[in-house]
T-cell receptor, first 115, second 113 residues
Framework: DAGVIQSPRHEVTEMGQEVTLRCKPISGHDYLFWYRQTMMRGLELLIYFNNNVPIDDSGMPEDRFSAKMPNASFSTLKIQPSEPRDSAVYFCASRDSSGPAYEQYFGPGTRLTVT | LAKTTQPISMDSYEGQEVNITCSHNNIATNDYITWYQQFPSQGPRFIIQ?????VTNEVASLFIPADRKSSTLSLPRVSLSDTAVYYCLVGDMWGTGRRALTFGSGTRLQVQP
């Protein structure tokens, strides 16, 4: 398996623009997680899905952020409108609930820069 | 919440054994302890998980005392490639819920030649 796939790997955009980050989890995994990492705040959980259903979105910073998982093989994280403080590395991870409970598999991340 | 406390950073030399301790005084009965490793510019990678006593795999060992209020990740004979940030997580056995998915600040391990 190719692992968790994220695109784009790097995104530079101007304040106010819409940004869409994409994730393809490992086939067969039923959990999907979105994290954000910054120097100041570390690695934060934004939202996670189980069987394509959002379970906990309390980490989503504000209404500008939204996430969807239309099917088991694809998820998006959208920021509209983007702001400079959204600059961070965004990671997607997936997990198979039939495996070791904590073994999440992380993607390579998307480095977002909002100017 | 079972908050975790780890040293911010540690230094070591190649070939030495490194022990990173995580404090989790409020650990609950059903909580498991899990460690992740993160290299620069990469996502975290699962290392090891345990509930009590000792767990060992090909990468590391995890020591958990009887009271389970702390745990120690042991890396035998580290090399330069072990330079990374190590995170300790504590949460329920199902590995879900925000508490179980809180990574904290981690311990930055720097291995010198």
């Amino acid at each position: 398996d190719a692992g968790v796939i994220q695109s784009p790997r790097h995104e530079v955009t101007e304040m106010g623009q819409e940004v869409t980050l994409r994730c393809k989890p490992i086939s067969g995994h039923d959990y999907l997680f979105w994290y954000r990492q910054t120097m100041m705040r570390g690695l934060e959980l934004l939202i996670y899905f189980n069987n394509n259903v959002p379970i906990d979105d309390s980490g989503m910073p504000e209404d500008r952020f939204s996430a969807k998982m239309p099917n088991a093989s694809f998820s998006t994280l959208k920021i509209q409108p983007s702001e400079p403080r959204d600059s961070a590395v965004y990671f997607c991870a997936s997990r198979d609930s039939s495996g070791p409970a904590y073994e999440q598999y992380f993607g390579p991340g998307t480095r977002l820069t909002v100017t | 919440l079972a908050k975790t406390t780890q040293p911010i950073s540690m230094d070591s030399y190649e070939g030495q054994e490194v022990n990173i301790t995580c404090s989790h005084n409020n650990i609950a009965t059903n909580d498991y302890i899990t460690w992740y490793q993160q290299f620069p510019s990469q996502g975290p990678r699962f290392i090891i998980q345990g509930y009590k006593t000792k767990v060992t795999n090909e990468v590391a060992s995890l020591f958990i005392p009887a009271d389970r209020k702390s745990s120690t990740l042991s890396l035998p004979r580290v090399s330069l490639s072990d330079t990374a940030v190590y995170y300790c997580l504590v949460g329920d056995m199902w590995g879900t819920g925000r508490r179980a998915l809180t990574f904290g600040s981690g311990t930055r391990l720097q291995v010198q030649p």
